[in-house]
């Protein structure tokens, strides 16, 4: 049976969502008594996740103040980044890697065995991995952690145990909203991360208080903007952005594809070599740390700077840092650290979109910058993640209205140029294949 169109794919993502408003699966139908028990649970889940995010942010900061402090001995901290986390994930009993992979796995698996004390591990393996340099998204840690939130107090209020994949995703949903600030692309980013060309449907009305919750806790204590919003300016949908938007989904396609290509074979050398994997992936860190240091940690430094005058970085120099990155992210994540996908994918989207910017510019084709890099920076999100509405909705909530149609557009493009690809190794292509894996493990439990 052939895979459907991403025209198809965005519709039904569409109607999922709306038919399951209106179902009987929502906390509007329960109970009061059980309802309102849920509704507690996920807005604690909520609060712990806004004020994780706190936590996180501050211990990193205090993390890279310290080795700043001393910069002799910053390939020394990058080394670590990646040997200690492996060390301590082998000690406490742990999976490390990607954050959102991690919660994957368990809700296509057993959603309801995911402990807190796991997600604590990974969060502050994360921490160390982030905060000595490695580069990694922290959306991993907060994934993990709202997850692991959301298992403990649905179990606390004896929240069915049916429900635990729904509030393990609302859970996952108050994570991104609270590292990002942005609750839409939060709840989002829960319902489109568990399939390829499907969406979790169920769990939209639960994943908006746990969301909303984590945003105004995060918003209350975080500073104001972690990526600068740029400025917006009108831009008309005619022919030329149209063919412009399609143009930068085939480019971000073909970079998203070095990107998955260069962590599945990064992973796969590191395995194969057991224990010297960790030392050689920390190895390769500190040299590409020391020599571009923009490569390592969260690089809000670097794709601010950028999103401030996109035509002043040149085209060699992005093309040096994307492909830095990627290395940097890529032995990180699959070297023995631990943390997110997301943000890097977002970096890569942005330093790409401006050097795209450039490339067009110089063959007599001018564009407005912030328009290919919202677009690109979507475009990467939906060919990574396989989230094709996610992406649109952080480039509405960071780059603003005008550039949502040609982050649409771009989006769809590189979806559907990638459709057999995903960033996530635990991802499933539908609720169909979800099914059949709960049946096989029924049938085997």
Not at 58 to 63: G, I, P, T
Not at 75 to 86: D, H
Not at 100 to 107: D, E, R, S, Y
Request: charged content about 10%; proline content about 5%.
């Amino acid at each position: 049976m052939p895979s459907p169109g991403p025209h198809q794919v965005f519709l039904n993502h569409c109607l999922t969502v709306l038919t399951c408003c209106r179902n009987h699966y929502g906390l509007v139908n329960a109970g009061l008594k059980t309802g309102l028990k849920a509704l507690l649970a996920l807005v604690s889940t909520g609060v712990a996740a806004g004020l994780g995010a706190f936590l996180f942010f501050h211990l990193v900061e205090l993390a890279e103040g310290f080795r700043k402090s001393l910069p002799t001995l910053l390939p020394v901290f990058a080394f670590s980044a990646v040997t200690l986390p492996y060390l301590f994930s082998r000690l406490a009993g742990f999976e490390r890697g990607g954050g959102t992979g991690f919660v994957l796995k368990k809700l296509h698996k057993s959603p309801d065995t995911l402990t807190l004390k796991e997600s604590l591990c990974y969060y502050s393996a994360s921490a160390l991995t982030i905060g000595l340099g490695g580069s990694a998204g922290p959306e991993g840690p907060m994934v993990v952690l709202g997850a692991g939130f959301g298992g403990f107090f649905s179990k606390l209020a004896g929240v069915d145990k049916g429900l635990a994949r729904i509030f393990l995703l609302s859970g996952a949903a108050a994570g991104v909203a609270s590292a990002f600030k942005a609750p839409l692309t939060g709840i989002l980013y829960a319902l489109e991360i568990p399939y390829k060309r499907d969406v979790e449907g169920p769990a939209f009305l639960y994943a908006i208080p746990s969301a909303v919750t984590a945003y105004l806790v995060s918003q209350a204590l975080l500073k104001p903007h972690i990526l600068i919003p740029s400025h917006e300016r009108y831009i008309p949908i005619d022919p030329y952005t149209i063919a412009i938007s399609l143009l930068t989904g085939v480019a971000a396609a073909a970079i998203s594809l070095v990107f998955m290509l260069t962590l599945e074979a990064t992973g796969r050398v590191l395995r194969g070599v057991g224990w010297a994997g960790p030392v050689a992936a920390g190895a390769m860190l500190a040299s590409l740390t020391y020599f571009l240091p923009e490569a390592g940690g969260f690089g809000y430094e670097a794709v601010n700077k950028v999103l401030e005058n996109p035509l002043a970085i040149t085209r060699a120099a992005a093309i040096l840092l994307v492909t830095a990155k990627m290395i940097a992210t890529a032995v990180t994540v699959k070297g023995g650290g631990s943390g997110g996908l997301f943000l890097p994918t977002v970096f890569i989207g942005i330093v790409t979109g401006a050097a795209f910017t450039q490339l067009l510019t110089h063959y007599g084709l001018p564009v407005e910058p912030s328009l290919v890099i919202a677009a690109m920076t979507s475009s990467m999100l939906a060919a990574c993640n396989k989230t094709l509405v996610t992406g649109v909705i952080l480039s509405l909530e960071v780059f603003g209205f005008m550039n949502v149609i040609p982050a649409l557009l771009s989006s769809l493009t590189a979806y559907a140029l990638t459709i057999n690809w995903s960033i996530h190794e635990n991802q499933l292509a539908d609720r169909a294949e979800s099914m059949a894996m709960e049946n096989r493990l029924r049938g085997t439990g």
